[in-house]
């Protein structure tokens, strides 16, 4: 089969289209023959090095495609079907597995980051990952849906458990992650403020349901927070940013206020004074990806038409090079995906 591989970490240049054996699956497992597989910011970074990365190695975290055949093993799934990957790798028998707490099993990772991912024509991965897709989406669709929908769900619903009416930051309202959390928000029947670099990306995270917008390179984000709340500030921020707005989320909280983070664009160190912390009583939680319960659920808004994932635009496998170059100028409005 034909996939695109990196042989050493570097910049896209380092992305190798090429012919590779087809994987064969085992008893227990399925293969897919890859028609969709969207980019994450995570692509950027195992391709840039990442600690237990194996090389060669094949990126790829975000996969629809058809079953190509099941294991003999494996009842209910059967050639042909449309499906989408569970963008993730975990044992599945530990007590953290068992108890649906997927995200926290040691052997957690996410797919194309510690084990071999979907750019690439063929994938042979464990029936628990394979979820059936309605025929309203089309591959590329689905494979904007899975990581960023199930991180933003995660984040608003598992981690900070948002509630109805709450008023919801959501930093970076075009990248994937944002796109996805305002909408959630929106669920929530959440007054939604979002940040983005530029009058183009505001439009469209208008469209998806934010009701204010903030450039992030023109306005200072808590001072905006604070005139669009009547000082009040916010419930939840959603950060995936780092460095660069830590310190402005921090301020955009009301008392009480939550800020939940599953990313560090920027940079990933950031201070912050202590006494701010505890006299007004903020949290700060972390998050990672999600469950596999989370991910049926945040699936069930989006076959529903509730939730909408958004492509920006779709380059052929062979041209991965290109769309990781045109990742890297962060120009997008939702995802980049990649179809071999
Ligand atoms: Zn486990």
Redesign the pocket.
């Known amino acids: 089969m034909k996939a695109v591989r990196i042989h050493e970490f570097g910049g896209p240049e380092v992305l190798r289209f090429e012919d590779i054996p087809d994987p064969r699956p085992r008893k227990d497992e399925v293969l897919v023959r890859v028609r969709a597989c969207a980019m994450n910011h995570l692509d950027l970074w195992v391709r840039k090095g990442l600690p237990g990365v194996k090389l060669p190695h094949i990126l790829g975290s975000d996969i629809a495609g058809e079953i190509v055949e099941a294991g003999e093993y494996i009842t209910g799934l059967r050639p042909g079907q449309r499906v989408l990957l569970a963008p993730m790798h975990?044992?599945?028998?530990?007590?953290?597995?068992?108890a649906g707490l997927?995200n926290r099993?040691?052997?957690?990772t996410v797919l194309g980051n510690l084990v071999d991912g979907g750019n690439c024509e063929l994938i042979a991965v464990p029936a628990v990952n394979v979820i059936s897709i309605p025929d309203s989406l089309d591959f590329p669709q689905a494979a904007s849906v899975p990581l960023v929908f199930l991180t933003a769900w995660h984040m608003l619903v598992g981690r900070a458990g948002i509630r109805q009416g709450q008023t919801v930051l959501v930093l970076g309202g075009g990248s994937g992650v944002g796109i996805a959390a305002i909408q959630i928000a929106k669920l929530f029947h959440a007054r939604v403020i979002t940040t983005a670099g530029d009058e183009r990306k505001l439009e469209k995270a208008h469209a998806l349901g934010a009701d204010y917008g903030i450039n992030h390179y023109k306005q200072k984000i808590s001072q905006e927070v604070r005139n669009i709340t009547n000082k009040e500030g916010v419930d939840i921020v959603v950060e995936h940013v780092g460095a660069a707005t830590w310190d402005e989320s921090m301020k955009s909280l009301k008392p009480g206020g939550t800020v939940v983070t599953c990313g560090a664009t920027t940079g990933s160190n950031a201070a912050f004074d202590l006494r701010f912390v505890f006299s007004r009583q903020l949290s700060f939680l972390g998050s990672y990806m999600g469950t596999m319960g989370e991910l049926y659920e945040v699936l069930g808004h989006v076959f529903a038409g509730r939730l909408k994932p958004v492509v920006d635009r779709v380059f052929p496998l062979k041209e991965a090079r290109a769309a990781h170059e045109y990742m890297e100028k962060s120009q997008m409005f939702g995802k980049i995906v990649l179809t071999p």
């Open positions: 975990f044992c599945n028998h530990c007590a953290k597995c068992a997927q099993c040691p052997e957690f």
